[in-house]
């Protein structure tokens, strides 16, 4: 078996470790050193030679894009034109895939600023990223009925106590918050114009029910 072009990294440890992905955490630092963007990547996670190509990609970036950047020292951040034009770039480059591929944009969703380890990351950014990102799929959709965005920052605001009930660290979601995103997938799957629907209720039957 050909192994990976790349080095492998693992981090191999106790709740020190587990803990280092949070925000702010020392792993999360060496896998942004050591990442790279999406755009470079895209050629590489979706050939376009693939035999099989996807029928639905769900598309999320933006969390670490509006994070606030930081003097002197390394950040995840992308300026908010620059991130609106990666966003409507790897979109275009998904649906080229096939005549059948559908995209699904997520916005980036809120954070509980009070839980947060470091002060990188506001509501109010995140509410101006995720602006960003429906306007751009909007505009696609316009000419493109393929695209379909998911508004995660006013959807995840629904829920009673937001703050405390969707986040387990601020960022991360709890659950609940999963609940909240998974529903409106299938939502949006449901109600999208796409022929053939691919939602699961309409899916032909793979295998045989076993009795």
Not at 103 to 110: D, E, G, K, T, W
Not at 182 to 203: C, H, N, Q, R, V
């Amino acid at each position: 078996m050909v192994g990976p072009v790349r080095p492998v990294i693992v981090l191999f440890g106790s709740s020190i470790v587990q803990f280092s992905f949070g925000d702010g955490g020392w792993g999360a630092s060496l896998a942004h050193h050591y990442s790279r963007q999406a755009l470079q990547v895209l050629a590489t996670v979706f050939p376009k030679d693939a035999p099989v190509q996807p029928s639905l990609v769900i598309v999320y970036f933006g969390g670490n894009d509006s994070s606030i950047p930081l003097p002197d020292e390394p950040s995840p951040h992308v300026p908010l034109s620059e991130y609106k034009e990666n966003m409507r770039e790897i979109g275009l480059y998904i649906r080229s895939l096939s005549e059948t591929t559908r995209v699904i944009f997520l916005s980036c969703p809120p954070v509980n600023e009070k839980m947060l380890i470091t002060n990188t990351r506001t509501n109010e950014a995140c509410r101006i990223y995720s602006n960003a990102c429906v306007e751009m799929c909007n505009e696609l959709s316009r000419t493109d009925p393929s695209f379909e965005v998911i508004d995660l920052f006013n959807a995840i605001q629904k829920c009673d106590n937001w703050a405390n009930t969707c986040f387990r660290d601020g960022l991360h979601f709890t659950s609940v918050g999963s609940d909240i995103v998974a529903a409106e997938i299938l939502k949006t799957i449901s109600e999208a114009k796409w022929e053939p629907s691919m939602y699961f209720g309409d899916l032909p039957t793979e295998f045989e029910e076993v009795m």
